[in-house]
């Protein structure tokens, strides 16, 4: 009979588990944390971030968790000095390129490791202007850690409607509607999936973003409510 799971040695206890699985599903069922930034339950693992790294048999790289998977009678250490250090690296250049300021799970990483906040004084935030495109919800890429969750969700991972893409290239890459076009003319039903899976905030509900401005909750329903006719409008039109 073949057997179907295998064993492996975690932060110093020895486990098994299901043949196939990742790393990062064999921290979880050892009850060990791992953070993850680009990873998300609802999203297939992409392993973009490289937050997760774990150090597996002291190789020369360091793997990520959420995509390696686990190898028989491997010896995997989740946080070593080695894996501290890159953590703390990949979240003090996140800092440095991206507005940080909502996104209250990545802030707790920089806690905990310890990461210096002026780290790259010479780097500069990825500047982008506020998009209010549509009369639910605003993008504010500056806060866009490019995890890739929203463009998943919107594709094959959930909705299938493949609104979102990416433009650019390093420094300057971005999130965006194929051909740079308004979230209406875009396939995008609305459905805020995307808000849903957001780790920062990027992706912000109208009204909770028109309450940061100060609008009334009544200002924000005629605004909207204006901007939802004015949409209609225009599909209609087309
Ligand atoms: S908008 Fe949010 S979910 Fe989309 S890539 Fe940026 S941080 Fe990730
Ligand atoms: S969480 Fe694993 S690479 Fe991002």
Redesign the pocket.
């Known amino acids: 009979m073949i057997k179907d799971t295998i064993k492996l040695t975690l932060d110093g206890e020895e486990i098994e588990i299901t043949k196939g699985a990742t790393l990062l599903e064999a921290a979880q069922q050892a009850g060990v944390d791992i953070p993850v930034i680009?990873y998300h339950e609802a999203t297939s693992p992409n392993g973009l971030c490289r937050i997760c790294v774990v150090d597996v048999d002291g190789g020369r790289v360091l793997q990520p968790a959420c995509v390696a998977e686990c190898q028989a009678d491997s010896t995997v250490e989740t946080r070593n000095e080695r894996v501290e250090r890159s953590r703390r690296t990949i979240l003090e250049m996140l800092n440095a390129s991206v507005n940080l300021d909502e996104?209250p799970e990545i802030q707790q990483m920089m806690a905990d490791y310890a990461a210096d906040d002026a780290r790259f004084p010479d780097a500069h935030l990825r500047e982008h202007t506020l998009i209010d495109d549509n009369p639910f919800y605003v993008?504010d890429?500056e806060?866009?850690?490019?995890?890739?969750?929203?463009?998943q969700?919107c594709a094959e991972d959930a909705q299938y409607t493949f609104a979102?893409t990416l433009k650019n290239r390093g420094h300057e890459t971005s999130?965006t509607t194929a051909f740079d076009i308004s979230m209406t003319e875009s396939p995008c039903v609305f459905c805020g999936q995307?808000i849903g899976?957001?780790?920062?905030g990027?992706?912000k509900p109208k009204l909770e973003w028109g309450l940061e401005q100060g609008w009334s909750a009544d200002e924000i329903w005629q605004m909207t409510r204006r901007e939802r006719k004015r949409a209609r409008e225009n599909s209609d039109g087309e």
């Not at 806060?143 to 463009?151: E, H, K, S």
């Not at 899976?197 to 920062?200: I, R």
């Open positions: 680009c996104a993008r890429y806060q866009c850690v490019l995890c890739w969750r929203c463009v969700v979102l999130v995307c899976v957001c780790p920062t990027a992706l």
